[in-house]
């Protein structure tokens, strides 16, 4: 079965300073895994996807993640941080093909609170 | 330009009565959407429609029934709300491409609370 654990419900950071939000995967095939961002009161953006091609994704505003086989994760990552950037950030997996369809499995999310 | 968009933004209501969720996308997808984000920020999806048809139902309650007029609505009818109905309610669409995976695109999501 697909899951995705995300290991940290909360992260601190200092603006200017580098983001790391950890996301393991366990899935019984290929995975595809996504990075959705909710800022305050607002619906769920995409920030990148891991479709099997390169390993290094690189998605909007600044972020990138790196799918390690190896050690089933696909840690985001912001070289430094803005304000902005605050927000829940969820780890998401696609879940099995059923039916004709995918539906996305979610991690518990992981809440990047940014200090000036 | 709105891309989906969720009417109410609030709903406060009281036990055992009736509501529904309204939504409604303008990019042309076929497939729409509902999850359930619960105090947590826990996120798990619903329902789902493709064309109108019924193709994700997880095990949610059937006082929840979904109804889909037609591509671009789906709407969301809660009979006898219960305390734990409180939540944050998220539509979202993408078009459906067979195994592969397409975008799915988020609402602004509607914060039931119910009383």
């Known amino acids: 079965a697909q899951s995705v654990t995300q290991l940290d419900s909360h992260v601190s950071v200092s603006e200017g300073t580098p983001v790391l939000l950890r996301c393991n995967y366990s899935?019984?095939?290929?995975?595809?895994l996504f990075w959705y961002v909710q800022h305050p009161n607002k619906g769920l953006q995409l920030l990148l996807k891991?479709?099997?091609?390169?390993?290094l994704v690189k998605g909007i505003n600044g972020f990138e993640a790196e799918f390690k086989k190896s050690e089933t994760s696909f840690h985001l990552t912001k070289p430094s941080a803005h304000m902005s950037d605050a927000a829940e950030y969820f780890c998401?997996?696609?879940?099995?093909?059923?039916?004709?369809?995918?539906?996305?499995?979610f991690g518990a999310g992981t809440r990047l609170a940014v200090h000036p | 330009d709105t891309a989906v968009s969720q009417t109410p933004k609030y709903l406060v209501t009281q036990m055992g009565n009736d509501k529904s969720i309204k939504c409604e996308q303008n990019?042309?997808?076929?497939?729409m959407y509902w999850y359930k984000q619960d105090s947590k920020k826990f996120l798990k999806i619903m329902f789902s429609y493709n064309n109108k048809e019924l193709i994700i139902n997880e095990t949610v309650p059937n006082r929840f029934s979904p109804k889909s007029p037609d591509k671009a609505h789906l709407n969301l009818h809660i009979n006898s709300l219960e305390l734990g109905d409180s939540a944050v309610y998220f539509c979202?669409?993408?078009?459906?491409?067979?195994?592969?995976?397409?975008?799915?695109?988020f609402g602004p999501g509607t914060r039931l609370t119910v009383l």
């Open positions: 891991y479709t099997s091609a390169a390993t």
């Open positions: 998401v997996v696609r879940g099995p093909f059923s039916g004709g369809y995918n539906k996305l499995i």
């Open positions: 979202a669409s993408s078009q459906a491409r067979g195994a592969s995976y397409n975008e799915q695109f």
């Open positions: 990019l042309g997808h076929d497939t």
């Open positions: 899935s019984s095939y290929s995975p595809s």
